[in-house]
């Protein structure tokens, strides 16, 4: 008998070790697929982004109207941070997430194809936004590439997801998991919505529908000008719609619900309520609706009323429950975490002041920069040195340190960048002219030490073995 049983037990365990060989090797190609999407998004960070963003606020400082820089190179620029740098960080995590949720898995080879028709299509699409050369080949080309991509993404990471949702549900009684108990409570009520998905997960929904609209709407209106116009800079009022759908319909819902699934965890923050992220899509939808139809002083009260309900219902307004998880990066981290919020507030303030006196130049793109990088550069780089290094292998952040200095940098530019353009844009403060290129620089040099920072850690080896490296 005993002898019968260790046999047994032997063939099990042989038989359990091709499963473990199995999962160890599609977690490294996963954390492989990761690292490729966050180097992509690096180098557009650094080049097409903060280099020409950089570049267009010091001619309009020296010539004291924002009228200087070509419309195109903005819009290229835009472009590129939006989803060049954020777009495929987010695609990044969110195959890394989505598709381990419960047990998911990807086909990482569509997964592959999904990295490279990205990058190329927003490379395209700065190259010809920024030259002109053939751009109306380039211009649709890389949209096509884009939409594509993301249909990938869709059919890979969140089917991975729905599939194995559809085996949860068949199961009676199975409960949803959702974020780690506080201070051992019990779970938090806000992990599950009315459908069955955890909340996070619906508001990762709204984001990518938001996303997928504003590929639409750059789609068609590439289309559009390289038919029947003789120019590729989109006018005003339709650029006016895509950047703030950008925004608030796509970046920000998105954070949303990796805030929702991660800071209760590891900021401490109190868990969010359940039906919080019902009220957030909602309010998202109604914005959406109102900006489409061009009532811009209705969208922005939509955007305040969400940003504010976002603020309380995540715990950021009020204290902490537990103690944060800082071990390996800033002690910092939930102080930078609040700070983000408040941008967020700021900008939906400013998004208000703006629909209010439209007339008053400068206070658009205040809003809009207070939310770009306030709350989304900052909370890429708060949340992103908190879980890549993870994500990426099991990695250990290179520098604490820097990661404190970089949001400290980021901050600081971003408070004189949107300060001095309320008051120069307008008349109001001649001398905010001449801050208007230090605010780039110290915003440019607080990105460009995430960059370093976030790439050493990346080229570093796992934690474990880091010792026998050295």
């Not at 180098?43 to 195109?72: D, E, K, N, Q, T």
């Not at 890979?156 to 998991?177: K, Y």
């Not at 995540?314 to 071990?327: I, S, Y």
């Amino acid at each position: 008998m005993v002898s019968r049983a260790g046999a047994g037990a032997g063939q099990s365990g042989a038989a359990a070790t091709p499963d473990a060989g199995d999962t160890k090797r599609y977690e490294q190609r996963l954390s492989r697929l990761l690292v490729a999407f966050l180097s992509s998004g690096l180098a557009f960070l650094l080049a097409p982004g903060g280099l020409l963003g950089a570049w267009s606020l010091l001619s309009i400082s020296r010539s004291r109207s924002p009228g200087v820089v070509p419309p195109a190179l903005l819009q290229a620029h835009g472009h590129a941070q939006v989803y060049g740098w954020v777009g495929s960080f987010i695609l990044g995590i969110g195959f890394h997430s989505l598709a381990r949720l419960r047990g998911g898995r990807v086909r990482l080879g569509l997964a592959w194809a999904c990295w490279a028709m990205w990058t190329a299509g927003v490379a395209l699409r700065w190259w010809g936004g920024v030259s002109g050369w053939h751009w109306r080949l380039l211009l649709p080309a890389s949209a096509v590439l884009e939409i594509t991509a993301f249909l990938l993404f869709q059919t890979t990471a969140f089917g991975a997801h729905r599939r194995h949702a559809a085996r949860v549900s068949d199961t009676r009684g199975a409960v949803t998991p959702g974020p780690a108990p506080i201070n051992g409570s019990a779970p938090a009520p806000a992990a599950a919505g009315r459908s069955g998905a955890p909340g996070w997960v619906l508001l990762v929904l709204t984001g990518a529908a938001g996303c997928l609209l504003t590929l639409l709407m750059n789609l068609a209106a590439d289309i559009c000008h390289a038919g029947w116009t003789a120019t590729r800079v989109f006018s005003p009022g339709y650029d006016t719609r895509l950047v703030t759908l950008m925004g608030w319909a796509f970046l920000v819902p998105f954070i949303w619900g990796f805030s929702t699934r991660w800071l209760p965890i590891f900021a401490g923050f109190r868990a969010a309520p359940d039906w919080l992220a019902r009220w957030l899509i909602a309010l998202v939808a109604a914005g959406t609706l109102a900006t489409l139809a061009g009532w811009f002083l209705p969208a922005a009260l939509c955007w305040l009323a969400a940003a504010v309900l976002a603020a309380a219902g995540l715990g950021v307004l009020r204290p902490a429950v537990q103690k944060a998880k800082t071990q390996g990066i800033h002690p910092g981290f939930p102080i930078f975490l609040r700070l983000a919020y408040g941008w967020l507030l700021v900008a939906a303030a400013l998004g208000v002041w703006a629909g209010l006196r439209p007339g008053v130049p400068g206070l658009l793109g205040a809003a809009r920069h207070a939310l770009t990088v306030g709350f989304v550069a900052a909370m890429v780089v708060t949340i992103g040195c908190r879980v890549l290094p993870a994500f990426a292998g099991m990695k250990r952040l290179f520098s604490p340190a820097l990661m404190g200095w970089s949001l400290a940098l980021v901050n600081l530019g971003c408070l004189a960048r949107v300060t001095c353009e309320v008051l120069a844009y307008p008349g109001w403060l001649a001398p905010a002219w001449t801050v208007l290129p230090f605010s780039a620089a110290i915003e440019g040099a607080g990105l460009a030490l995430f960059a370093y920072n976030l790439a050493r850690t990346l080229a570093s080896p796992p934690a474990h073995l880091q010792p026998a490296a050295a």
